[in-house]
């Protein structure tokens, strides 16, 4: 299952669905035959993340709570919001479901990483909300989490892609 998720991160986008699929298939066929090893939160994110991609966040949050209930001792993790925060970037993106994801992880006692920031940046600038992205950067510095370079370069993207890039050159000076 792990090594089918990590195919389907690394392959081109026409077979990314396919991939993804036989992830969830594999899981389904576990389960069914009984065969189902015990199940860690690495294992929960290579679903969650697979569900996410072909089904979207919503039903990779169903599966979420679902895996959750069946393996009670298991805890989401910052990469398990991650996973459920990548779809929210496509047209039309969905900033408002992201910082509801964001803010069950904050109430899950997760801490919040720059990948996590990262992703938010990330919904933020495709949904156009420049006020929120500017706001991750405080919010970053509030909570001692240092911004990488990828962090500017998702914003400065952003504004280039909204055609906005004047925004960019003013977080460059």
């Known amino acids: 299952m792990l090594k089918a998720t990590r195919n389907a991160q690394s392959a081109n986008e026409d077979d990314k669905p396919r991939l993804y699929e036989s992830v969830i298939e594999t899981y389904a066929q576990m389960v069914e035959s009984n065969t189902l090893p015990e199940i860690d939160v690495i ?8 569900k996410a991609y072909n089904s979207g966040s919503a039903k990779a949050s169903e599966l979420l709570q679902a895996l959750l209930d069946q393996h009670a001792t298991v805890r989401p993790d910052h990469w398990t919001y991650i996973k459920l925060m990548q779809p929210l970037a496509k047209q039309p993106a969905d900033l ?6 964001y803010e069950e992880m904050l109430e899950q006692g997760i801490h919040p990483t720059v990948d996590v920031y990262n992703q938010l940046m990330t919904v933020a600038t ?6 929120a992205a500017d706001g991750l950067f405080t919010t970053m510095r509030e909570r001692n989490v240092t911004a990488r370079g990828q962090t500017y370069l998702k914003y400065i993207s952003g504004c280039f892609e909204a055609k906005e890039p004047e925004r960019a050159y003013q977080m460059l000076k």
Do not use: G, S, T
């Open 43 to 50: 294992a929960i994110n290579a679903l969650v993340e697979a």
């Open 96 to 101: 408002k479901q992201a910082f509801a994801f």
């Open 126 to 131: 495709a949904a156009r909300d420049f006020e």
